[in-house]
Nanobody, 123 residues
């Protein structure tokens, strides 16, 4: 049984930092692409940052230079370091995994999802 569990969400002020974690179990973590998505109320789920099995990374334009995705295959954990947070980063953040997406930030190509962790940034 595949399980993804996110943690690290919190309420912070604009300009602050958070580090999200996603712990995986039930499958071969190192063989899967991983991605962080977010969804704000009334908006579609969007890809924020993805990392492939070669640890190459892809970022949405809105977070480039502020967010850093990484993975620890030995610990089966995905991370998202978020710096210089802005109010528009407020959303529920989800981690997801899939074997071989054509477009790494496309949520429709992901098989397994966590339950999400809330990030709230106040101005």
């Amino acid at each position: 049984q595949v399980v993804l569990v996110e943690s690290g969400g919190d309420s912070v002020q604009s300009g602050g930092s958070l580090r999200l974690s996603c712990t995986a179990s039930g499958y071969t973590f190192s063989s899967y692409y991983m991605c962080w998505f977010r969804q704000a109320p009334g908006k579609e789920r969007e890809g924020v940052a993805g990392i492939n099995i070669y640890e190459q990374t892809t970022y949405a334009d809105s977070v480039k230079g502020r967010f850093t995705i990484s993975r620890d295959n030995a610990e089966k954990t995905l991370y998202l370091q978020m710096d210089n947070l802005k109010p528009e980063d407020t959303a529920m953040y989800y981690c997801a995994s899939t074997p071989r997406p054509l477009r790494i930030l496309n949520p429709h190509e992901y098989t397994f999802w966590g339950q999400g962790t809330q990030v709230t940034v106040s101005s």
